[in-house]
């Protein structure tokens, strides 16, 4: 099996949608890699995995220590890692740093940015050198102290030209596609058609090119998923449902049985 090359994500600009979903660790990333064409080692596993109120504690250590073991799980879909807050900001030359030790420690293919205008500089600095580069716009979360709190964006129409400029500014800067996170429909399917690399949508509608999702969410293992997620599978429950089943086998030692219990061996002339 050959992964799927950025290139090939490129191309599907208004194409058959690109299907992507997030993950943090070998199994799951095993699971959905027959079914998706991007994994996303989201920064998200702060929130997911790690119970933090927002993504600003996740650290370059914690990406690549999930990063890597989501590249060891797959072998069809390209990995993209999330670049984590104060990772690349400060300047480019910082931000190449850190983003070579997670290609180089990870195995992933690309790394992901949040910010358009503003991280354009940034972007163009690291594709330019040889590394891919996801950007993502609208909703950017490791923002929310600044926006005060995740907040839809593109509501008004007086909105939008900052958020069109920065769809253009990615574009132009050299990202291969951008996360299009928590905007209104209308926005959505405008920055779609302004742009010549494909839009991922997150709460953007389904005018955009592919879709992205948290895997938890869609496996319903959160909490409060929010109202762009459909749950395609009711995990939490069944998790729930299998650990009160076991807690009543141990209690009435049901569990182990005999199948799950290992037999001596026969040794010659022991009786
Ligand atoms: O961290 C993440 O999971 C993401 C996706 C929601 C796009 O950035
Ligand atoms: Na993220």
Redesign the pocket.
């Known amino acids: 099996v050959k992964r799927i090359t950025v290139p090939e994500i490129r191309a599907r600009k208004n194409g058959q949608p690109i299907v992507s979903l ?1 993950a943090y660790h070998a199994h799951t990333a095993r699971y959905i890699d027959p079914y998706v064409d991007l994994i ?1 080692v ?3 596993l702060g929130m997911v995995m790690y119970g933090m109120e927002t ?1 600003l504690g996740v650290t370059l250590d914690m990406m690549i220590a999930h990063g890597s073991a989501v590249v060891r799980g797959t072998e069809r879909a390209l990995v993209v890692v ?1 670049m984590p807050f104060g990772t690349y900001e400060e300047s480019p030359q910082i931000a190449f740093r850190n983003a070579v030790r997670v290609i180089k420690e990870t195995g992933c293919t690309a790394v ?1 940015v949040e910010g358009g205008a503003r991280t354009a500089e940034t972007i163009r600095y690291l594709v330019d050198r040889g590394i891919p580069v996801m950007a ?1 716009i609208g909703l950017t979360p490791q923002s929310t102290q600044v926006m005060g709190g995740f907040k839809t964006q593109g509501r008004t129409k007086d909105e939008w030209a900052a958020i069109e400029e920065d769809a253009k500014a990615v574009a132009e800067a050299g990202a291969f596609a951008v ?1 299009v ?1 928590g905007v209104a429909e209308p926005l959505a399917a405008r920055l779609t058609g302004l742009i010549d690399i494909p839009t991922v949508g ?1 709460g953007a509608s389904s005018a955009c090119d592919g879709q ?1 999702l ?1 895997l938890e969410d869609m496996l319903g293992l959160s909490p409060r998923p929010p109202k762009f997620v459909k749950e395609y599978a009711t995990m939490g429950a069944a998790i729930a449902g299998a650990a009160e089943a076991y807690a009543e086998e141990v209690r009435s030692r049901a569990f182990p049985a005999p199948e799950h219990t290992y037999k001596m061996k026969k040794v010659d002339g022991e009786v």
Do not use: P, R
Request: a negative charge; charged letters at 30%.
């Open positions: 997030t996303l989201g920064d998200s993504t999330d992901k993502h996360v996170e997150i992205i948290v």
